[in-house]
């Protein structure tokens, strides 16, 4: 066994098309191999029966549950998450710089209540904020950002709009 980290899935397309962005956020448990299989096998296909899953990784399906049930009593996986087609939704990431004199958890607290905020990390760099959007249209989305600016202790916004997932 070896320390592991609890992993943030910003946004994950399945099937053959699979983009997952993962950030190391916290030492949380010990995970061996088999703990790191069953994960990625879940971000590959997190609706995968548990027979399936215990096929693919060669142990029984009381042992795929067994791990389910610590992974995500320890918190190592906090939830799962439909992944919507941008046939029905604009998805976009917000980078968002936020003012040094604001604590950026409370900026963030007041943009989580703004209709069609997602997620949200923290990041180093040049930008403060990664947001995750998703809304109905892109008129939407132009409200979303409206709103984000106003926030007090935003400073500048820049958005990339999703294309095409590949």
């Known amino acids: 066994m070896r320390n592991t980290f609890k992993y943030f899935v910003i946004f994950c397309v399945k099937n053959n098309e699979n983009v997952i962005f993962l950030y190391i956020v916290e030492e949380i448990m010990r995970m061996d191999e088999l703990d790191e299989r069953l994960l990625r096998e879940l971000m590959g296909d997190a609706r995968a029966p548990n027979s399936i899953i215990a096929k693919r990784l060669r142990v029984s399906e009381g042992t795929v549950r067994n791990r389910l049930s610590r992974l995500l009593k320890e918190g190592v996986i906090t939830g799962f998450s439909a992944d919507v087609s941008l046939r029905e939704q604009f998805m976009a990431l917000t980078l968002v710089k936020t003012c040094a004199q604001k604590r950026t958890p409370d900026i963030v607290a007041r943009i ?55």
Do not use: C, H, M
């Open 112 to 166: 989580k209540k703004i209709d069609g905020f997602g997620r949200a990390f923290e990041v180093s760099g040049e930008w403060d904020v990664v947001l995750v959007v998703s809304v109905p249209s892109p008129e939407d989305y132009n409200e979303f950002i409206e709103a984000v600016r106003e926030v007090d202790g935003v400073e500048s916004t820049q958005s990339l709009v999703v294309l095409r997932k590949s």
